[in-house]
């Protein structure tokens, strides 16, 4: 089972851009659906984005569909997520998780997660 392990949080005024990074340690991702979740205080972990290594459109959620953009690395074991636009309602810790199969909008499919990492973004 592969395990993913997120770097590139961190604090940022609105309208600023950030990119983060998901890594597979010891494999690679081929095979496995990559996710972005989030979760701020006291709210649930929402969907953000997805997408399957070996093929497929990119699924968004709506409230970041034209500013954030997932992507595969070339190397076939980093994910990434190129956020633009920023707002504060962005504000949370940002989760990679994968599964064996197609992607998945609900987080309970997701059966390995990274250990998270925060962005900030400041008004």
């Known amino acids: 089972q592969v395990q993913p392990v997120e770097s590139g949080g961190g604090l940022v005024q609105a309208g600023g851009s950030l990119r983060l990074s998901c890594a597979a340690s010891?494999?690679?991702?081929?095979?496995?659906?990559v996710g972005w979740f989030r979760q701020a205080p006291g709210l649930e972990r929402d969907f953000v984005a997805a997408?399957?290594?070996?093929?497929?459109?990119?699924t968004y959620a709506d409230s970041v569909k034209g500013r954030f953009t997932i992507s595969r690395g070339n190397a076939k074991i980093t994910v990434y997520l190129q956020m633009n636009s920023l707002k504060p309602e962005d504000t949370a810790v940002y989760y990679c998780?994968?599964?064996?199969?197609?992607?998945?909008?609900?987080?309970?499919?997701?059966?390995?997660w990274g250990q998270g990492t925060q962005v900030t973004v400041s008004s």
């Open positions: 010891e494999r690679s991702f081929t095979s496995y659906s």
């Open positions: 998780a994968v599964k064996i199969g197609p992607v998945s909008t609900d987080y309970q499919t997701y059966n390995a």
């Open positions: 997408l399957s290594w070996s093929g497929g459109s990119a």
